[in-house]
């Protein structure tokens, strides 16, 4: 179930990232709109929200097919995502069972002896970007909101007997 909606979702993050970057573009480049600052910023602020939604259901994405993947079928179990070929066979020896996480994102496989080792280096790209994407989106806005409220204070008169700033 998951999986339906993870998909949609991330196509519709990804789009938005391919949109938002004309937007930012067309902001930047000669013949923009007069307010073009505003703009960039509100643009960028959107572009990083979108990233950090689309980086993050790309790895819901991916740990909800390895999840699906499992008990799915002959040749199912263990997880499928856990003997992929780029993991070395003695590396697979002895494994247990698996750990599905949607945050942080994992597909952790765990062996008899209780090593674990990841099923795949992207998750933890995943959970450090998506995070960052958010931040900066977060502190785009708030400089947005904060360069309006200075406006706003700058264009409005001074009231009597107070100084303008």
């Known amino acids: 179930m998951m999986?339906?909606?993870?998909?949609?979702?991330?196509?519709?993050?990804?789009?938005?990232?391919?949109?938002?970057?004309?937007?930012?573009?067309?902001?930047?480049?000669?013949g923009r709109p007069e307010d073009w600052r505003r703009l960039l910023v509100r643009r960028a602020t959107w572009l990083a929200a979108s990233g950090a939604a689309a980086v993050y259901l790309w790895g819901a994405f991916g740990v909800a097919a390895s999840e699906s993947a499992f008990g799915d079928g002959a040749d199912s179990v263990p997880a499928p995502a856990c003997r992929d070929e780029d993991i070395p066979p003695e590396t697979v020896e002895g494994l247990s069972h698996h750990r599905a996480s949607y945050l942080p994102l994992a597909f952790d496989c765990v062996r008899e002896d209780g090593s674990v080792y990841t099923s795949d280096p992207y998750y933890g790209v995943a959970n450090r970007t998506a995070?960052?994407?958010?931040?900066?989106?977060?502190?785009?806005?708030?400089?947005?909101?904060?360069?309006?409220?200075?406006r706003l204070r700058r264009a409005a008169p001074a009231a009597p007997g107070r100084p303008q700033p």
């Open 131 to 150: 995070p960052v994407l958010a931040v900066t989106a977060a502190l785009l806005a708030i400089g947005a909101g904060y360069a309006s409220e200075l």
């Open 3 to 30: 999986i339906l909606l993870v998909g949609p979702a991330f196509l519709a993050a990804a789009l938005g990232v391919v949109l938002l970057v004309v937007a930012v573009l067309s902001a930047a480049l000669p």
